[in-house]
């Protein structure tokens, strides 16, 4: 069974910021494509961030592109997302996923396994 556990949210200030961790179980982060989403309130779930299950693509949101960082920690199985600069428009719930391919894929549906989320509120 899949299980994909998020830490590291919290509140932090405008400009600064958050490493989040996700740790993986029954499947290796390496075996396929992994991704960050986040949801702010009233507004859809959007991609973020994702790496490629070989690590020669990865993809970020225009908005984060320069500040955020996926990256991957074979020995401990964790995916991290290094968010700095942070801005109040970050705030959001941000989710670790897994997609069922190799490769990154831009339709939701294919990323089948998901974290429980981890808030992250930056303030002004």
């Known amino acids: 069974q899949v299980q994909l556990v998020e830490s590291g949210g919290g509140l932090v200030q405008a400009g600064g910021s958050l490493r989040l961790s996700c740790a993986a179980s029954g499947l290796s982060v390496r075996s396929r494509a992994m991704g960050w989403f986040r949801q702010a309130p009233g507004k859809e779930r959007e991609s973020v961030a994702a790496v490629s299950a070989s690590g020669r693509t990865s993809s970020y949101a225009d908005s984060v592109k320069g500040r955020f960082t996926i990256s991957r920690d074979f020995a401990q199985n964790t995916v991290y997302l290094r968010m700095s600069s942070l801005l109040p428009n970050d705030t959001a719930i941000y989710y670790c996923?897994?997609?069922?391919?190799?490769?990154?894929?831009?339709?939701?549906?294919?990323?089948?396994?998901w974290g429980q989320g981890t808030q992250v509120t930056v303030s002004p």
């Open positions: 996923a897994a997609a069922r391919w190799v490769t990154i894929s831009s339709r939701q549906d294919e990323w089948i396994n």
